[in-house]
């Protein structure tokens, strides 16, 4: 059973910073394209960061360019979202998904991600 755990979210002040954790089991991350995406209330889900099967490739959302990274630990099978300069626009569930059915070197949040993480709350708030 493959499941994926998102972890790290919380109450931040504008201009802070949060990393994201999410940790899989039943799959390998490696084998995969990786995205991040969030919801804030009363709008659709939007991919912020989707990164290639290859790692080579990443499309980072205008809105978070410049503010958010990805990085992986292939030892634990996690990845995270590190997001700096936070604003209160930032605030939303942010999820983990995965995709094995996409490019190797195609890092896009268009098409539908298999596998999703329960999401974690970030509130970017004063």
């Known amino acids: 059973e493959v499941q994926l755990q998102a972890s790290g979210g919380g109450l931040v002040q504008p201009g802070g910073s949060l990393r994201l954790s999410c940790a899989a089991s039943g799959l390998t991350f490696d084998d995969y394209a990786i995205g991040w995406f969030r919801q804030a209330p009363g709008r659709e889900r939007e991919g912020v960061l989707c990164i290639s099967r290859s790692g080579g490739s990443t499309y980072y959302a205008d809105s978070v360019k410049g503010r958010f990274t990805f990085s992986r630990d292939n030892a634990k099978n996690t990845v995270y979202l590190q997001m700096t300069s936070l604003k209160p626009e930032d605030t939303a569930v942010y999820y983990c998904?995965?995709?094995?059915?996409?490019?190797?070197?195609?890092?896009?949040?268009?098409?539908?991600?298999?596998?999703w993480g329960q999401g974690t709350q970030v509130t970017v708030s004063s």
């Open positions: 998904a995965t995709l094995l059915a996409i490019p190797y070197e195609v890092g896009s949040c268009d098409p539908d991600y298999d596998y």
